[in-house]
C-alpha cells in the first residue's frame, strides 16, 4: 500500500511497506579456502532495496607458512556491473593480528541486484576467524 501526502507525493522508502533484513556470517579457525559465498540477498521482483550498513572483521588466528592475501568483504551486483562495497584484507603472518570497517553509506537497489558476503585465504596452514553483515530496508518502489 502507497501513503501519499495530501499533493500526491510518495512517502519515503522507509514508508513503504519495509521489511528490515540484516544477513551475516561468522566463525572461528578457518583453514585456508578459496573465494566463498557466505551469505547473500537478492531484490525481489517488485521490490527495491536500500543498502544501509556494512561491518566486516577478521582475525589470523594460527600463523601461517606461507602467509597469502586473507579477506572479507561485501559485493554489489546491479545491473549493468559489481563493486566492492567493503574490503578488508590481511597479508601479515602474525597469530591476533586483526583488521576490522565499517560503512554506513547508503546504496539504493532495484529488482535483481544483489549483496554478497564473501570471505578467502590463501595462506598455506594457519587459520582465520570471519564475523561481516550486512543490513538492507526492502520496499514497495
Known amino acids: 500500500m502507497r501513503v501519499l501526502y495530501p ?14 533484513i540484516n544477513k551475516g556470517y561468522g566463525t572461528w579457525g578457518l583453514a585456508p579456502h578459496g573465494d566463498t559465498t557466505r551469505a547473500s540477498y537478492t531484490v525481489p521482483t517488485g521490490r527495491k532495496a536500500v543498502l544501509t550498513a556494512a561491518f566486516v572483521h577478521l ?52 529488482a535483481a541486484d544483489s549483496v554478497e558476503l564473501h570471505t578467502l585465504d590463501a595462506s598455506t596452514g594457519g587459520t582465520m576467524a570471519y564475523r561481516g553483515h550486512f543490513n538492507l530496508v526492502e520496499f514497495d518502489p
Do not use: C, K, W
Open 7 to 20: 499533493t500526491g507525493i510518495v512517502t519515503q522508502y522507509f514508508g513503504r511497506n519495509p521489511i528490515f
Open 59 to 110: 582475525i589470523r588466528v594460527t600463523a601461517p607458512a606461507p602467509a597469502g592475501e586473507a579477506a572479507i568483504y561485501v559485493y554489489v551486483i546491479y545491473n549493468g556491473g559489481s563493486s566492492y562495497y567493503l574490503l578488508q584484507d590481511v597479508f601479515n603472518t602474525g597469530a591476533g593480528q586483526q583488521a576490522s570497517l565499517t560503512h554506513g553509506g547508503m546504496i539504493f537497489l532495484v
